[in-house]
């Protein structure tokens, strides 16, 4: 027997009730929206609309996706990150709202209407990097990566978003900037200890393991982008580093043992550790 259509509201209700967590009712929304090909505010007008079989069946296979652990953001394509709304796959890490807290302090160093070169390491989806592109036009940002396939969703964000002061390199870490020297380098390398058993749960399941995991402390790439760092700064540049909450007294250490000065870590919205920065002093002993 066919089951009876629902009314939109109690579709929802029901979905929220089986998702996990505080945003089980946003990601059901998301995900009916998806479906239905609409924007969030048609479901205030439309709560009480029956849907139709085909559309209910697809979003019960959505569900069921996500009751497995696959991603909200790789089920729609997509994800919003400062000012834009970016395309992602599983090629690229999903961003996520800490990582805002380091293109505020990196605009904070990027004077405006100021012809500046920026650079991104491992930039994923593009989001470090788009987003201080859309904010400072003057400058000329180059974000890289390891994967081809990231280079090509963070590509297609530029083009989407009419930013054509963003450059893409394929490469590790420095590979791409031989020779060039840099106002800031900014980047959210893999900074997950390569034993935590986070990476066997939730959505970091689905995600790139090798955007994620770095060594036993997590700090094998940090180690890595701090020690070739001042080679590429312009006197008197800035290196910021996303991480984890608890590597912010290692992670200023190893600035420190570098020669960067001004060294200092930033607190997310939540008050943990999030970001530290350190900058290439203007004369060098």
Not at 109 to 115: D, F, G, Q, V, Y
Not at 128 to 157: C, F, K
């Amino acid at each position: 027997m066919t089951p009876a259509p629902q009314e939109i509201r109690q579709l929802l209700a029901d979905a929220a009730r089986d998702l996990p967590g505080v945003e089980g009712r946003h990601e059901a929304e998301l995900l009916l929206l998806h479906v239905l090909g609409r924007e969030r505010g048609w479901l205030f007008a439309h709560a009480t609309d029956l849907i139709d079989p085909a559309s209910a069946a697809a979003f019960a296979g959505l569900l069921q996706r996500r009751l497995a652990g696959e991603p909200v953001a790789y089920m729609l394509g997509r994800r919003g990150f400062w000012t834009l709304d970016l395309a992602v796959s599983p090629d690229t890490l999903i961003p996520r709202p800490e990582t805002e807290r380091l293109v505020e302090l990196a605009l904070e160093r990027l004077p405006e209407n100021t012809p500046l070169r920026v650079a991104d390491l491992g930039t994923g989806s593009g989001a470090i990097a788009l987003a201080l592109a859309s904010e400072r036009p003057q400058a000329r940002v180059l974000a890289t990566d390891m994967s081809a396939g990231a280079l090509a969703v963070a590509a297609g964000n530029a083009r989407a978003h009419g930013l054509g002061n963003v450059e893409f390199r394929e490469g590790s870490w420095h590979a791409p900037l031989a020779g060039e020297r840099f106002d800031l380098i900014a980047s959210n390398p893999p900074y997950i200890a390569s034993g935590d058993p986070h990476l066997v749960q939730g959505d970091l399941r689905f995600e790139p393991a090798s955007a994620l995991a770095s060594g036993e402390d997590g700090l094998d790439d940090i180690r890595v982008i701090i020690e070739g760092a001042q080679a590429h700064l312009l006197p008197g540049g800035w290196l910021l580093l996303e991480h984890g909450w608890d590597q912010g007294e290692a992670i200023r250490a190893l600035l420190d043992a570098a020669g960067f000065v001004e060294v200092a870590t930033a607190v997310d919205l939540e008050q943990r550790d999030r970001v530290s920065l350190g900058r290439r002093p203007a004369t060098l002993e």
